[in-house]
């Protein structure tokens, strides 16, 4: 097993918090600078654009493939199940 670790992303838009699983030493790589593309290239483009400011799925636009397994359909219930 990888050490992965999970990233809790805060939506600046809509609040929703989100959670990537990313590799740590990877992960360590971006926070000290490191273009996120390279440092984490197996992530979708969405996922990378999440770590990097936090913004969900729905709020990015919601239409992106490899992402829809990962996002609830609970459109117009946010944050009511937690
Ligand atoms: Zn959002």
């Known amino acids: 097993m990888k050490d ?5 992303a805060t939506c600046p838009y809509c609040g929703k918090e989100t959670c990537i699983e ?10 000290r600078g490191e273009n ?3 440092a984490l290239p ?4 969405s996922k990378r654009e999440t770590l990097r400011n936090g913004v969900c799925a ?6 992106w493939a ?9 459109f117009g219930n946010d944050d009511e199940e937690r």
């Open 4 to 8: 992965t670790i999970i990233i809790k």
């Open 42 to 45: 197996e992530l979708s483009a």
């Open 66 to 74: 490899g992402w829809a397994e990962d996002e609830e359909k609970d």
């Open 36 to 38: 996120i593309n390279s």
């Open 22 to 31: 990313v590799d740590e030493a990877k992960y360590a790589r971006f926070k």
């Open 58 to 63: 729905k709020c990015q636009g919601g239409s």
